[in-house]
Structure formats: C-alpha cells, structure tokens
C-alpha cells in the first residue's frame, strides 16, 4: 500500500484566494512526522510545514496551514491568499520515528495560480 | 536550518561515464540522505549515506552504481557509474536536523546523459 496520497496531479486556483492541497498517509507507528515541500521549476525542494503526531494543534507558518485530521490519516496543506509565486510542484511526505530514517514522497501536486 | 550546497548543478554526459556529485552541508549532521528525481516524478530514495561505514542502499539501488562515500558529518558524494540515459534524473541530497526532525534538500543536481 502507498504510505502517502496525493490525488490531485494538478490544481489551479486564482490568485489571492486559498487553496487546499490533499495527502493521506498510511502508518501504524503511532510516532510519525508529516512534512509539506515545495518544488518550483528551478528543482530545488523547499521545506514548507512540519506536524507531528503528537501535535495537538495544526501546525502554521505564514500563509501555510496543516489540516491534520490524525482519525481520518489525512495532512492536507491549505495555502491561504495564493501568490503567483507559489505555482509549484507540492510534495506531503512522511516519516516513521520508530521504524528507520526513510521519508515517503507522495507523487506531488502541481499547483498553479491564475491572474 | 541546514545551508546545503551541491556540485555540480547541471552536468551533460555522455553514455558509458562516470559522475561525482558532492554534497557540503554547513553544519554537522548525522542522517545524510541521496534521492534521484527522474522527470515528472516524485523522489526515490537511493541511499542512506552514513558517517564512518558503508551506505545503507535502497531496494534496487547498488553500490556498484551508485557509490556514496561520508568521509565526516559535513559531506557527502555520490557517484553516478557507467551511466545510460536512464540515469537522467535530477540528484538530492538531503539532511535530518535531529532537534527538530525536518529534512532539508540541497539545490540538486540535473543530470543529462546522452
């Protein structure tokens, strides 16, 4: 089974509304850390959000939110005010605290925002 | 954060060569990681590059194609051999910050095999 689930290949959104980005996981480590990067056309991997397990809050950073909803396995990314520069590809990885060092990518989300 | 550096950028190579990537991270860090990003896809995970001894290879990545040495906890290198065209792939490497368990990427480094 795949540990990350992005379902959306592609989103658009208009510029200055929010957008929300879907990932589901699968573990049964009850220690694990979910983590959001994003990708522009230049290659490079830029660490967005992070959110552990034991989180009881949603993490936030700017304009970037986690909507995790641990009983469902979900970590969507919502990206509030869309800016022409946050058109990407998005990533929702995983990692497993107790079971090895290794983080799962989902197969990402391209995002693009419209004028 | 982690400052991560990576040579070379962008190379062209042709069939039949060899590639050495470097790695250089600004601070010393234990976990050290190589993926391979082919076009249009997500990120493979090929090794686990560990300070003092072997790496650790992911399933159907081998040593003697991809060789990774970490002389210390500030570098890393992976070697791209006897490359074909399938090679062709964007190469990361990245590091895990123990306090804080995020992962951080260097630039990469794209890589054309002709």
């Known amino acids: 089974a795949q540990k990350i689930t992005q379902t959306q290949p592609g989103m658009f959104v208009q510029e200055k509304e929010a957008v929300t980005l879907d990932c589901t996981y699968d573990?049964?480590?009850?220690?694990?850390?979910l983590f959001w990067y994003k990708q522009p056309s230049s290659g490079e991997m830029i660490f967005l959000i992070y959110?552990?397990?034991?989180?009881?809050q949603n993490a936030t950073e700017g304009r970037y939110s986690l909507n995790f909803q641990k009983a469902r396995k979900s970590a969507n990314l919502v990206i509030s005010a869309s800016q022409l520069g946050d058109s990407a590809m998005y990533f929702c990885a995983m990692r497993e605290f107790n079971t090895g060092n290794q983080f799962y990518f989902g197969t990402g989300t391209s995002l693009t925002v419209i004028p | 954060s982690a400052v991560i550096s990576q040579k070379p950028s962008r190379d062209i190579c042709q069939r039949g060569t060899s590639l050495t990537i470097q790695c250089q991270v600004d601070?010393?860090?234990?976990?050290m990681f190589w993926y391979r990003q082919q076009p249009g896809q997500s990120l493979t995970l090929i090794a686990t590059a560990n300070q003092g001894s072997e790496a650790t290879y992911e399933s159907g990545f081998v040593i003697d194609k991809f060789p990774i040495s970490r002389p210390n906890l500030t570098f890393s290198t992976l070697t791209v051999s006897n490359m074909s065209p399938e090679d062709s792939s964007i190469y990361l490497c990245?590091?895990?910050?123990?306090?804080?368990?995020?992962?951080?990427f260097g630039p990469g480094t794209r890589l054309t095999v002709t």
């Open positions: 990245s590091v895990v910050l123990a306090l804080n368990y995020e992962q951080y």
């Open positions: 573990t049964s480590d009850p220690s694990y850390g």
């Open positions: 959110q552990g397990s034991y989180d009881q």
């Open positions: 601070s010393q860090v234990t976990m």
